[in-house]
């Protein structure tokens, strides 16, 4: 399964984005989707992730209140519409996918290639 990650850009401070992120097969509505990021100099870094059906979800406490990851399986993909950004949000985001919330969080990565990311870019 390959996800491809878009919608990055260059906002101001306080603006908003929303990212998607994309699956080429059907079989991702059967797993977990996170998004990570990973600033210049920086270890990539987990944000959110949503269970297979969307009944569960999990934001790092640097995002909680300002993105809110979603998902519709119908079009195979999942977003994450960040408000309030920050220049400290500045980073490449990448998608992935793994069996579970917790498995995304805790190792934070997921299973298969990382893809190229997006980049966003928050300007003070």
């Known amino acids: 399964v390959q996800l491809q990650a878009s919608g990055g850009g260059v906002v101001q401070a306080g603006g908003s984005l929303t990212l998607s992120c994309a699956a080429s097969?059907?079989?991702?509505?059967?797993?977990?989707v996170g998004w990570f990021r990973q600033a210049p100099g920086k270890e990539r870094e987990f944000v959110a992730a949503?269970?297979?059906?969307?009944?569960?979800?999990d934001h790092a406490d640097s995002v909680k209140g300002r993105f809110t990851i979603s998902r519709d399986n119908s079009k195979r993909t999942v977003y994450l519409r960040m408000n309030s950004l920050k220049p400290e949000d500045t980073a490449v985001y990448y998608c992935?996918?793994?069996?579970?919330?917790?498995?995304?969080?805790?190792?934070?990565?997921?299973?298969?290639?990382w893809g190229q990311g997006t980049q966003v870019t928050v300007s003070s």
């Open positions: 949503i269970s297979y059906n969307g009944g569960m979800t």
């Open positions: 992935a996918f793994h069996t579970a919330v917790p498995a995304l969080k805790s190792r934070n990565e997921g299973l298969g290639s």
């Open positions: 097969e059907e079989i991702v509505v059967k797993y977990a």
